[in-house]
């Protein structure tokens, strides 16, 4: 099994008690709401996913010196992450995000970040040794946002491709994150350009089809390097693009409580996969021509993000080996009967 390294934003989600009914998010007046801390920060979701099954899980980031800052190191180490890549400064808070839920399960998102620890991780941070013997680089787009992130994010990447590390993008964009009047749009196909792995949700690809169509796109990332294209659309098929071949698979159908950490816990169980099969940048392009084997691995990932989102909040919902084992096996008797 190889290591894997994942890179960016580690934050405190405070999840409110308020189920909204409505489309602003409010809830009914009358009810008091209250915010429970929780870990989160898309990459981090996916190191903590990474370790709940048992893999070689690195957590790359820096954090605040402060109370919040202490809560994450020990939430991720109670997920069997390694956090000796993860760094603690007092010169900026540990970000924030309040997160609301509307009935049907759905998030919305009120972040306090800027500035905040997690965009002070430099380049220089990065150290060679990190990227010693195989592994895999994992990133989103929430760490292109600011300038020296940005520049961090780029040495990330250099350091993982000169060692020939298998590098993932989950794209994870979130607008309000960016400085008002940002366009994302060209530090993102930067990004897209440099991964084996490319993981986007249908919005996402919309985002990056604003000026021509989905297929030319799809062609543009394929022909830029990418082995491995996916596209997620909640509980519809998720789609999955090669070189050689295109494909999809029908997540499984369960009742959703929490979709913090749905995503997340689909890219922690597809890197699981991928690390416990030691997989080389060329393996995976191997396993793009290997319709049966890629839908297994894609099967096991889908999985860990259907068995998620029955759970309330993001480290708190994301399974075991032998959880999805168990839901996997509850999911063939369910087809059966």
Known sequence: MIKVISF??????MLSSRVSDDQDGKGTESE?????????????????AIGKLGGHSYFAGKVGADMFGDFLVQSLEAMQVCTDYLLQTSEAKTALAFVSLDKEGERS??????????????PGDFKPEWFENRGIFHFCSNTLTEPGILEATQAGLDAARAAGWLVSFDMNLRHNLWPEGADPFESVWACVKQADLVKLSAE???FLCRHTDEATVLKQILSAGASLILITDGGKPLRYYTAHQTGSIQPPNVHMIDSTAAGDAFVGGLLYRLSELDMSVADLEGVGTDQQRLESILTFASACGAHAVTHA?????LPSRDEVAA???????????
């Open 32 to 48: 008091t709401e209250r915010f429970t801390k929780y870990p989160g920060g898309a990459p981090a979701n996916v190191a903590a």
């Open 313 to 317: 909040g993001a480290f708190t919902s």
């Open 8 to 13: 960016g934003e580690l934050l405190v989600d």
């Open 204 to 206: 996402e690809l919309a």
């Open 109 to 122: 998102f009120e972040f306090y970040r800027g500035p905040s620890a997690d965009l002070l991780f430099g």
């Open 327 to 337: 839901f996997m096996a509850c999911q063939e008797d369910a087809q059966i009967t």
